[in-house]
């Protein structure tokens, strides 16, 4: 089974760094783009970025660069979603979630999904 | 940059009805189009890839049509269990990826 399982919940302060993370199984790791999706409380889903873990290749939604850093340990299968300063606006529930090329198109979608993980940033 | 834009943006029918979400992209994006349902508490479920292709193990009553700039998502009869929101999703050169902005679809 293909499944993507996301690190827990997190509380933290403004000002903190924090890394969240994603560990794909059931599936070749380095050979899917592993992308990061924010989405605030009720409100809809925002694309923040994507890697190739094969080569560590990675792609930044104008919103979100230089605002995150995202990382992959192919060693252990996992992709990786970071802050070095928190702000009260980060708080949001974050998924992970492996995107599929079509072999013949250059069409893409998303599957699976991580369970997500919310990120609580509050004084 | 390409954007979705999803209408209605809430659509409130009963069980039993067709549902027919709309999906429009402004610009050509071929047949590169996903959806995916979200229910409370719970991840997107990707129902949808390449504009009409269901994914494994999603029922016949949910199908997607169009190409081009004009996508819709029909539902042929709904069940209680479909009431959620929908997304749509693109994918083109840049940037990668794009989401609607969804459609909540409610009890009447």
């Known amino acids: 089974e293909v499944q993507l399982v996301q690190s827990g919940a997190e509380v933290k302060k403004p000002g903190e760094s924090l890394k969240i993370s994603c560990k794909g199984s059931g599936y070749s790791f380095t050979s899917y783009w592993i992308g990061w999706v924010r989405q605030m409380p009720g409100k809809g889903l925002e694309w923040m970025g994507i890697?190739?873990?094969?080569?560590?290749?990675?792609r930044y939604s104008p919103s979100f660069q230089g605002q995150v850093t995202i990382s992959a340990d192919k060693s252990i299968s996992t992709a990786y979603l970071q802050w070095s300063s928190l702000k009260a606006s980060d708080t949001a529930m974050y998924y992970c979630a492996r995107l599929v090329i079509g072999v013949t198109t250059g069409s893409g979608w998303f599957d699976p999904w991580g369970q997500g993980t919310l990120v609580t940033v509050s004084s | 940059e390409i954007v979705l834009t999803q209408s209605p943006a809430t659509l409130s029918l009963s069980p039993g009805e067709r549902a027919t979400l709309s999906c429009r992209a402004s610009q050509s994006v071929s047949s590169y189009l996903a959806w995916y349902q979200q229910k409370p508490g719970q991840a997107p479920r990707l129902l949808i890839y390449d504009a009409s292709n269901r994914a494994t193990g999603i029922p016949a009553r949910f199908s997607g049509s169009g190409s081009g700039t004009d996508f819709t998502l029909t539902i042929s009869s709904l069940e209680p269990e479909d009431f959620a929101v929908y997304y749509c999703q693109q994918r083109s050169n840049w940037p990668p990826v794009t989401f609607g902005q969804g459609t909540r679809l409610e009890i009447k």
């Open positions: 890697i190739y873990p094969g080569d560590s290749d990675t």
